[in-house]
């Protein structure tokens, strides 16, 4: 069974991106090397801010798309605090199935 990893990676610019891999150390030194997604191959990822973890991939999915959903200052709580998750999502997700890794 694959664990799935959400992640989200700080840019040079202070950007934020999220994604979604198998391997978060492999895919993190693909974006440095201008091979991951287009959106780190114009904006250099520094750093990895924050990874979940869960069994599925769906629900990898699906926590990837409503973190993208938020704005950039929600963001940045969630990545301070880890509770801004019930507060975003709950009764949206199965929070159950994400565990911090980060």
Same mark, same amino acid.
């Given at each position: 069974? #694959?664990?799935?990893?959400?992640?989200?990676?700080?840019?040079?610019?202070?950007?934020?991106?999220?994604?979604?891999?198998?391997?978060?150390?492999?895919?993190?030194?693909?974006?440095?090397?201008?091979?991951?997604?287009?959106?780190?191959? @114009? #904006?250099?990822?520094?750093?990895?801010?924050?990874?979940?973890?869960?069994?599925?991939?769906?629900?990898?999915?699906?926590?990837?798309?409503?973190?993208?959903?938020?704005?950039?200052?929600?963001?940045?709580?969630?990545?301070?605090?880890? @509770?801004?998750?019930?507060?975003?999502?709950?009764?949206?997700?199965?929070?159950? @199935?994400?565990?911090?890794?980060?």
């Amino acid at each position: 069974m #694959h664990k799935y990893y959400i992640y989200i990676l700080r840019c040079k610019e202070n950007e934020l991106y999220t994604g979604i891999t198998t391997d978060v150390v492999k895919r993190f030194e693909e974006h440095k090397a201008g091979k991951g997604a287009k959106y780190t191959k @114009s #904006h250099t990822p520094i750093g990895i801010e924050a990874i979940w973890e869960t069994n599925d991939k769906g629900k990898a999915l699906k926590l990837e798309f409503r973190i993208k959903q938020l704005i950039k200052e929600e963001k940045e709580e969630l990545i301070k605090d880890n @509770s801004k998750l019930k507060l975003y999502f709950k009764g949206i997700l199965d929070l159950r @199935s994400y565990r911090r890794k980060k």
